[in-house]
């Protein structure tokens, strides 16, 4: 079957850095999405890694492991606004999107 | 960037009655519609894929006689909640996609409330 697992909950403080991992096993890969859901909305695209290696946008970095079924989403200089949930997501053979059930982020001050 | 644009962003309606939401895509042709329902501290659940011009794909354990989709333009997909009842209530979330493989953008989503 086709999986993707990330931490259910992390902590973190304001103005630190803080690291959610992503590992999958789909059929097939046509890239992985980082999305940012805020409590009560809808989610906002962050990020799409398709090759290896590591893709840098402002404060958020997202990292891919094709050879490992791997991602992590980078979040430097967090900041308070940055508390909600973090979904990664996995194109798979056909194009369809497998959801994680995402990772809620919590700063504390 | 993308814009997609859902609405109505709240409603809350009878039991027993019907309510239309609309998902548009403003600035590109979305070629695929993906409808979801999430409730309160749960995972985003796909209700149905839509594609324009074509019947959608519903998800096992979605009724689709229930949840009326219709994808009748490159930029607009509908859901219709017929006859509603209060477990219908939630957060229904509209997405859509040009090519394949390109990324989602997420209406506002729609907070829906059965009485």
């Known amino acids: 079957g086709q999986n993707i697992d990330q931490p259910t909950e992390m902590t973190a403080t304001e103005g630190a850095i803080v690291q959610i991992n992503c590992t999958y096993q789909?059929?097939?890969?046509?890239?992985l999405f980082w999305y940012q859901q805020h409590a009560g909305e809808a989610p906002t695209f962050l990020s799409y890694?398709?090759l290896d290696g590591l893709e840098e946008k402002g404060r958020f970095s997202s990292f891919l492991s094709r050879s490992k079924g791997y991602s992590y989403l980078l979040l430097k200089e967090l900041q308070m606004k940055d508390s909600a949930s973090y979904l990664c997501?996995?194109?798979?053979?056909?194009?369809?999107?497998?959801w994680g059930a995402g990772t809620k982020l919590i700063i504390k001050p | 960037g993308a814009v997609v644009s859902q609405h109505p962003s709240w409603v809350i309606c009878k039991s027993g009655t019907s309510v239309k939401i609309e998902c548009r895509s403003l600035?590109?042709?979305?070629?695929?519609m993906f409808w979801y329902r999430q409730f309160p501290k749960q995972s985003l659940m796909l209700m149905a894929t839509?594609?324009?011009?074509?019947?959608?794909?519903?998800e096992q354990g979605v009724e689709k006689d229930k949840f009326l989709i219709n994808h009748a333009s490159l930029t607009l997909s509908t859901l219709t909640v017929t006859s509603a009842h209060p477990e219908d209530s939630s957060f229904y979330i509209c997405?859509?996609?040009?090519?394949?493989?390109?990324?989602?953008?997420f209406g506002n989503g729609t907070r829906l409330t059965v009485t």
């Open positions: 890694n398709v």
């Open positions: 997405s859509a996609r040009g090519l394949e493989g390109s990324p989602l953008h």
């Open positions: 789909t059929s097939g890969f046509n890239g």
């Open positions: 839509s594609n324009e011009g074509s019947k959608a794909t519903y």
């Open positions: 600035d590109f042709q979305a070629t695929t």
């Open positions: 997501a996995v194109s798979d053979s056909n194009y369809q999107l497998i």
